[in-house]
């Protein structure tokens, strides 16, 4: 069984400050992917980074970056340089590759102060 | 840039009532999913849908649901007798597997059951 553990329900930062919201996971795969997504308020899941397991590079996006650390099943987001609209749910995901799903931790919410 | 549309946005139903989501993939992509999110909670995972057939599904995916893609462009989840406990906000994503499983989500439909 595959688990994501989001041990943070909730983070605060300050506007240009830099973030860190913790994941880790657990799966017996040797292949699988890893995700953050944003939903703000509006609820819509937008697709924020990946990460192929395979990959040893960190990925990053812009302001968003991860520390995957593939031994310790970790996969922290790092956002840089916060702004008003990053404030969100954020939720860790993974998928393997012996089936279609994501699985969703319970998702970390961010607020962002001025 | 191509999105995933989903409608109604929000859609209320007596308790026993069938209900129909309708959802409209990204041209382009081949896999096709529906999650939902109660309230509060974190977003499950109810199905996968490739070349006209299931090809994943959760424990939540019981027989009162049933998917469908009746044309070349619309992909819908219907509910045969809709309980309380259905009332959730139910996502429709897409994605192409190539290079990766990540799914592209639509604004969500908001069903509310009375």
Wanted: hydrophobic share 35%; charged share 20%.
């Amino acid at each position: 069984a595959q688990t994501v553990t989001q041990s943070q329900p909730e983070m605060s930062v300050q506007e240009a400050e830099t973030v860190t919201l913790s994941c880790t996971y657990d799966t017996s795969e040797s292949d699988y992917y890893l995700f953050w997504y944003k939903q703000p308020p509006s609820r819509q899941m937008i697709l924020v980074i990946r990460q192929e397991a395979y990959k040893q590079q960190n990925a990053t996006e812009n302001r968003f970056s991860v520390n995957f650390q593939k031994a310790a099943k970790s996969f922290s987001l790092k956002i840089s340089d916060s702004q008003l609209g990053d404030a969100a749910m954020y939720f860790c995901a993974l998928n393997s590759n012996s089936g279609y799903a994501l699985n969703f931790g319970k998702g970390t919410s961010l607020l962002v102060t001025p | 840039e191509p999105e995933v549309t989903q409608t109604p946005s929000h859609q209320v139903t007596q308790m026993g009532q069938e209900v129909i989501l309708r959802c409209v993939p990204i041209s382009n992509h081949l896999y096709f999913y529906w999650y939902r999110q109660i309230l509060g909670q974190k977003v499950e995972f109810l199905v996968s849908f490739y070349n006209n057939e299931i090809s994943e599904k959760s424990e939540i995916f019981d027989d009162q649901f049933s998917v469908e893609r009746p044309d070349g462009s619309n992909f819908t989840l219907k509910i045969r007798s809709t309980k309380l406990e259905d009332s959730a906000m139910y996502f429709c994503a897409s994605g192409t597997y190539i290079g990766g499983p990540e799914a592209f989500f639509g604004q969500g439909t908001r069903l509310t059951v009375v």
